[in-house]
């Protein structure tokens, strides 16, 4: 099995840290969706939509995107589930990797239009992406409990999107104003599998 990989992306990183976590078996490979045709070429061949994360399994099929690849990996090994099977448990994990990959999708989006030409990029769209980013942060800072949040998908998934708004957009202040999320998201990040999946510096 074969996951399409890069180091700074936080939906790649959603399924390096689930094999991690649950001691799989799977060859990360560099793909880089931006990189020279050749190279697109093969990605595309593999998610038509040319985007990684992508996992081959060993039969050819290849699954994407980075929820349905992360479904799929919790079915592996022998490790506990980490999204939950049903009941309010399962909601709050994918509701939470929903409003995780959002933010990291919106943050995506910034950093890619911070790359056009000055006169082609939209403040518009900057404002409304920062917005969302922020208006997320603030969403999860009011739901957390003083108790233990539950270790799971959605976890991980937040701890990858607002550690990659930390690595790419550092002026978006997340963190301000959300003690128990950003003390949440510091302690998820210190475990040892998300520390090994950090973007290089
Ligand atoms: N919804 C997808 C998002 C994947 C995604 O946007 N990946 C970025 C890298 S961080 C990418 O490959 N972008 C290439 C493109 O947009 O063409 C997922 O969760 O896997």
Not at 51 to 63: E, R, S, T, Y
Not at 70 to 75: A, Q
Not at 128 to 142: K, N, Q
Request: proline share 7%.
């Amino acid at each position: 099995m074969q996951l399409l990989s890069s180091p700074t992306s936080p939906f790649a990183r959603k399924a390096r840290v689930m094999i991690l976590e649950r001691g799989l078996d799977v060859e990360v490979v560099g793909a880089n969706p931006f990189g020279a045709a050749e190279e697109v070429g093969a990605l595309r061949r593999a998610n038509p939509l040319g985007k990684i994360p992508a996992l081959i399994l060993d039969d050819g099929q290849v699954l994407f995107d980075s929820p349905v690849i992360c479904e799929y990996l919790d079915t592996l090994g022998d490790a506990a589930p980490l999204v939950p099977k049903s009941g309010p448990a399962r909601w709050t994990a994918l509701r939470r990797q929903a409003l995780g990959d959002g933010v990291a999708e919106a943050g995506f989006n910034i950093v890619m239009e911070g790359r056009r030409p000055a006169e082609l990029r939209s403040d518009e769209w900057i404002v409304r992406w920062r917005g969302a980013i922020l208006c997320a942060a603030a969403a999860i800072e009011a739901e957390l409990t003083a108790d233990a949040e539950a270790f799971d998908l959605g976890a991980i998934t937040l701890a990858c999107a607002f550690g990659y708004i930390r690595f790419r957009l550092p002026d978006i202040h997340w963190a301000a104003g959300n003690p128990r999320l950003s003390t949440w998201i510091n302690a998820l990040l210190a475990r040892d599998s998300l520390a090994a999946t950090a973007p290089p510096q």
